[in-house]
């Protein structure tokens, strides 16, 4: 068992400049498949040939590619929150993002703007995201908490490669 201070410190091993890179990673993978379900889904709907259903089949379809769709933007509306988007702008981007090649936009945008995010800190980000594995390697304990930088014997207190004082669960963790 932890106790929420413990847990509050362990979240707090991946948030950089602000942002909790994990949970950015997490819902980035969330939305990049979602999208590829869906994509793939109203591909096979409408592609010429496809078999042509009864109309109550058809109403199914239909409200499934509108399930996915919504859960496409409410997932690109969670990564835009873990982005820290001003407030204002996402309520803008949300509404817009009823018109279907808004949406698109919108989650390219976003989606590029994590991946940067998490390059930014070391991560190797590919076209599905990075995985949660990848994230906690690389970002876990013992990293510098503004550029990721491995702190692993680190006696001086201070990141040897931005010079950002280390935080002191790091440095009790390296007396223990
Ligand atoms: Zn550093």
Redesign the pocket.
């Known amino acids: 068992m932890h106790t929420i201070g413990e847990i509050s410190r362990m979240e707090a091993q991946f948030v950089r400049d602000g942002v909790d890179l994990r949970l950015l990673a997490r819902r980035q993978r969330m939305v990049l498949w979602l999208f590829l379900g869906s994509a793939v889904g109203e591909l096979l709907l409408f592609a010429p040939g496809a078999s042509r259903l009864t109309a109550q089949g058809a109403v199914v379809e239909v409200m499934i590619m509108l399930s996915v769709r919504v859960a496409v933007i409410a997932g690109t509306v969670l990564v835009l929150r873990a982005l820290r988007t001003n407030v204002m702008l996402l309520i803008a981007l949300t509404v817009l993002m009823i018109l279907p090649l808004v949406n698109l936009l919108v989650l390219l945008a976003e989606n590029g703007r994590a991946t940067k995010t998490l390059r930014k800190a070391g991560l190797r980000v590919g076209l599905m995201g990075v995985k949660d594995e990848e994230v906690v390697r690389l970002l876990g304990a013992n990293r ?1 908490r ?2 990721s ?1 491995d702190l692993t014997g680190n006696l001086t207190g201070v ?1 040897p ?2 010079g ?1 004082p280390i935080a002191a669960p790091m440095a009790r963790g390296l007396a223990g």
Do not use: A
Request: glycine share 0%; with cysteine.
């Open positions: 510098c503004k550029c930088y990141c490669e931005c950002v």
